[in-house]
């Protein structure tokens, strides 16, 4: 990640962060929905979630590897993380390395299905994304997000 990609990411209080994602049209590479707006960054997706994560005081290599380790080798693929403390997560919509992958951190959204694999995720400023991904797989996701956070999820 570039010098002005870290000073964009360090401008933006990480309890703000809606959800990170790739951005197909050039020059940007992601997109970050947050609590005001909308940032586009030149960086991928996952090295803009690394820098939040170094900023936080651990790389993501780091965070995903606690996860494992805490929870007893049970997440294995698509591993939620620790942001930072208090209570700050994200959890992947797919795995990592693919380009539809969506981090999404621990904030209110509505999940509504478009169909059996695909579902519209909409945050509670009113933006929205679409997500390769269906309607059971992120509730699973964001269950195992909150497991991680240690409390229970409304949607087991």
């Avoid at 005081?57 to 698509?78: D, W």
């Avoid at 700050?88 to 509505?110: E, G, K, R, Y």
Wanted: charged share 20%.
């Amino acid at each position: 990640m570039d010098q002005q990609a870290f000073a964009q990411l360090s401008s933006i209080p990480v309890r703000k962060i809606y959800a990170i994602g790739s951005w197909p049209f050039q020059p940007y590479r992601s997109v970050v929905f947050t609590v005001e707006k909308v940032h586009y960054s030149e960086s991928k997706p996952a090295d803009l979630l690394d820098g939040i994560c170094l900023l936080h005081g651990a790389s993501y290599k780091g965070r995903e590897e606690a996860t494992r380790r805490l929870s007893q080798e049970q997440y294995k693929k698509k591993v939620p993380v620790m942001i930072s403390e208090p209570l700050v997560a994200a959890f992947p919509t797919s795995s990592p390395q693919h380009n539809q992958c969506i981090w999404l951190f621990n904030h209110p959204m509505t999940f509504i299905s478009l169909n059996p694999q695909r579902t519209k995720i909409i945050f509670p400023n009113g933006e929205s994304l679409e997500a390769e991904a269906s309607l059971a797989m992120l509730h699973k996701q964001r269950s195992r997000m909150f497991s991680v956070l240690g409390y229970p999820s409304l949607y087991t």
